[in-house]
């Protein structure tokens, strides 16, 4: 957790690594997938979509080295709409996924090796908002 409760900025973050075993990550990039809510309540009104995020999500990525690709541009998790980006950065493919409930933005990272170990990743997650 990023921030004081009850103040803003809050941020709850959570990582996982898969484990593949004893050389995994040695020869090839690992599997992970990372989550975070961020309360939306200190972003200007018309920055609190899925779209408006996202782009600080591509901003951000940038930054670090990563670089957008074509890819899908929209994904679901447990049949919920995600908007998204997909990155790659030497041998590390990224997608991030956003979506906006409740005055938070969930957003989902997962890398991988290739396109395809990201979206295995995405396929095996199961998401579920509650009202």
């Not at 009850?6 to 898969?18: E, M």
């Not at 690709?69 to 493919?93: L, M, N, W, Y």
């Amino acid at each position: 957790m990023k921030g004081t409760p009850g103040t803003t900025p809050l941020v709850i973050t959570v990582s996982a690594l898969a484990d593949l075993g004893l050389f995994s990550g040695i020869f090839s990039p690992r599997s992970v997938t990372g989550f975070y809510a961020d309360a939306l309540a200190y972003y200007p009104e018309d920055q609190r979509n899925a779209g408006r995020y996202l782009k600080k999500a591509i901003r951000a990525n940038e930054e670090d080295g990563f670089h957008q690709i074509e890819g899908a541009t929209s994904d679901q998790i447990s049949g919920i709409p995600f908007v998204r980006a997909d990155f790659v950065k030497g041998q590390v493919h990224e997608a991030v996924l956003v979506a906006i409930h409740n005055g938070y933005a969930f957003v989902f990272i997962f890398a991988g090796s290739d396109v395809g170990a990201v979206n295995k990743l995405i396929t095996s997650t199961k998401v579920k908002f509650t009202p």
